[in-house]
């Protein structure tokens, strides 16, 4: 599981191993929560970034991160993981609810802080979720993952704020193409129209 979780999980051949992993986590010890909530991540990641995967692997991650929650619902990452697969599943409300259960248990992680604005921008709470964002930074001065910046641009696009969404793109050292397309979004709304066709 640590070895799995240290991956970039935004790199495919990583993600790969980290998904490995985890099921080998689960396979030496059934009880083992924790493996159960990121093997439901690397699920959502699937069916995310394949534009052909089907609805299963969705259903697939939410079973998964149900198992985690009841595996050991004093676990706050646990539940920060349910919350992202209810988000996909667009039950907001559900993934709100265990969103804040995450942040109950444990109010000082910084990925849970985070985790929250994530659920937010979905919940359609933009403004809100950048402030979440910016707490996990406050915890951690630190806290760096790629994923942050990446939700705090979203944050900022569905704001209108395109030039602070770009910037915060900028903080990613590595775009998949999601992150290119979320780019390009943002220079079509400034008129950047030869910047956006690069993107």
Known sequence: VQRGNALPWDDPRAAAEAT???????????????????????????????????DA????????????????????TCHSLL?????YRRAYELALQHMRRSVEVNPNNPWNRADMGVVLTYAGAPEEAL?????????DPYFDPPWHWRQAGQACMVLGRYEEALS???????????D??????CHARLGHGDRARQH
């Not at 986590?25 to 439901?40: K, M, T």
Request: proline share 3%; with cysteine.
């Open 131 to 139: 402030s979440w964002l910016e707490r996990a930074r406050e915890i």
């Open 180 to 185: 290119s397309a979320y780019v390009a979004a």
């Open 83 to 87: 919350a992202h697969a209810c988000l």
């Open 57 to 76: 692997a969705l259903d697939e991650a939410y079973a998964l991160t149900k198992r985690a929650v009841e595996l050991d619902d004093g676990d706050s």
């Open 20 to 54: 490995s992993l985890f099921e080998q986590a689960i396979a030496l010890d059934p009880g083992y929560a924790i493996a159960y909530a990121l093997l439901g991540t690397m699920r959502i990641g699937q069916w995310r970034n394949d534009p052909a995967a089907s």
């Open 168 to 178: 915060m793109f900028d903080h990613k050292p590595v775009r998949t193409r999601r």
